[in-house]
Structures are given as structure tokens and as C-alpha cells.
């Protein structure tokens, strides 16, 4: 199945788009997308790499699927939203 | 607890800022005429003019704006949350936050913060673990916009 990606910030400027389309099997965990992503866009591998969460296994970029976080192992289904929240810098 | 959070497109302009606050303002009064509040405060984070370049850290170039692009719903659901942590582990009596989305110039307010507590050690941790959490969980991110 193909998961468009949201992406931001450098990402977003990196990759000169908003979302990217990543193919992945049946029921992808947000891992299986993170591995996709850098894969195939390579452009994004810098932030998928930053973009690890403390809580999640070194390297793994920090997804949000429906707007929430996602903890390790998530499954993703065709019509979630997917989003790559790569190393932010508000204030 | 008194908790408000809020993402707003464009500056924090003084009248802004000046509505929310007057409209927290006569809980916080309360609580500060009761004699429970000890430490009363407000950090205003303003877009300076010199900002390290993307492409070498080391050296400087004058800003003409930051333009911040946030993801929401998320970012805002984002913020609240970070709101309620951190009023819950200081025992904050109140906490007010206002962030900017889109483009605010130098000189202007892009981020204000605002804790009462019953003590200033609390009230100054907050207000570091808060700026701190910001910056990790919240999905806003800045894009310098150089002066020509």
C-alpha cells in the first residue's frame, strides 16, 4: 500500500514538497514507514534520523499518525494520517 | 488550576497579549489577594535581528523575520498538553501560553509565557521545563527570512 507522509520544516524545504509517498506492506508499523521514508527519499534520511523520540529505538524517526505520537509498534491503516515530526523549534 | 493555551497566526501584539491576560486576570488577582501566589511570572520571546546561519553556525546574518509553521490541529492539542504536564508537576496556580504562527518580524513577540505558583523556585522551574518541552514536543518549527 502507498502512505502519503506530511513532512516540515528542513524536510519540507529538503524534499521542496509537503508529503511524500511511501510504498510499504500490509499493516506497516510507523517503523516499517520510518525505514520506507529514508529509503525511498533520500533527501529525508537526515531527518528521519534526527527525528528518533527518546522513548522509541535508536534511529527511529518520530511519527505521528492522526495527529498523536505514535509509541513504538503502531500499526498504520490506509487512511490514517501520517506525519514526519522532525526536530521542531518553537518559542 | 488555570489553564490557557493558544496559537495565533501573526504577532503577539500588545493588545493581544493585554486581552488574555485581562481576561485570566481576576483569577490571578484572587489568588494573589488571598496570599497564595508567590511568585507571579512572564517571559516574552522576541524575534532578534542577529541569528546564526543555516549553513555556517559560526557566522551571523541580520534577520528580517521568522516565519513559523506549525502542524495543527496537533500543534495546539500539543501545547495544551505540555500546559496541564507542567502545571501538574510544579502545582502551578496558573499557566497562560501564546504562540505565533506565520510571520513575525524582528522586534516583535512570538512566544509569551506566564506562570503563577506559590513559589519562586517552581515557578522558574516551570518556566525552563516548559520553554524545554516546547521546543521537543510541540510540531512548530521556525524558517529564518533573511534581510536582503
Keep these: 500500500m502507498t502512505i502519503d507522509v506530511l513532512i516540515f520544516g528542513a524536510a519540507s524545504r529538503a524534499a521542496g514538497t509537503d508529503r511524500v509517498p511511501v510504498t510499504v506492506g500490509d499493516s506497516p508499523t510507523t517503523e516499517h514507514i520510518a525505514a520506507a521514508l529514508a529509503e525511498q527519499h533520500p533527501a529525508l534520511r537526515f531527518a528521519v534520523f534526527a527525528a528518533h523520540s527518546p522513548n522509541s529505538a535508536p534511529h527511529a524517526a518520530r511519527l505521528a499518525v492522526n495527529h498523536a505520537f505514535a509509541p513504538p509498534g503502531t500499526i498504520v491503516h490506509a487512511h490514517d494520517e501520517v506525519a514526519l515530526i522532525t526536530l521542531v523549534s518553537g518559542g | ?49 542577529a541569528e546564526p546561519s543555516t549553513a555556517d553556525p559560526s557566522a551571523h546574518h541580520d534577520l528580517l523575520a521568522l516565519d513559523y509553521q506549525t502542524y ?10 505540555l500546559a496541564h504536564r507542567v502545571a ?15 510571520r513575525v518580524h524582528v522586534g516583535e513577540v512570538s512566544f509569551v509565557l506566564q506562570v503563577a505558583a506559590p ?10 521545563d516548559f520553554i524545554d518541552d516546547l521546543k521537543r514536543d510541540v510540531p512548530i518549527w521556525k524558517h529564518p527570512v533573511w534581510a536582503k
Design chain 2, 1 to 49: 488550576m488555570n489553564i490557557f493555551t493558544h496559537i495565533l497566526t501573526g504577532p503577539i501584539t500588545p493588545d493581544a497579549h493585554a486581552a488574555v491576560l485581562a481576561a485570566h486576570a481576576p483569577h490571578i488577582a484572587s489568588l494573589q489577594n488571598d496570599g497564595s501566589v508567590g511568585a507571579l511570572l512572564r517571559f516574552d520571546g522576541i524575534v532578534r535581528r
Design chain 2, 72 to 81: 495543527d490541529p496537533m500543534a495546539q492539542r500539543e501545547l495544551d498538553a
Design chain 2, 88 to 102: 501538574t508537576r510544579y502545582a502551578l496556580y496558573s499557566l497562560i501560553a501564546l504562540h505565533s504562527r506565520g
Design chain 2, 119 to 128: 513559589h519562586r523556585a517552581e515557578a522558574l522551574a516551570a518556566m525552563t
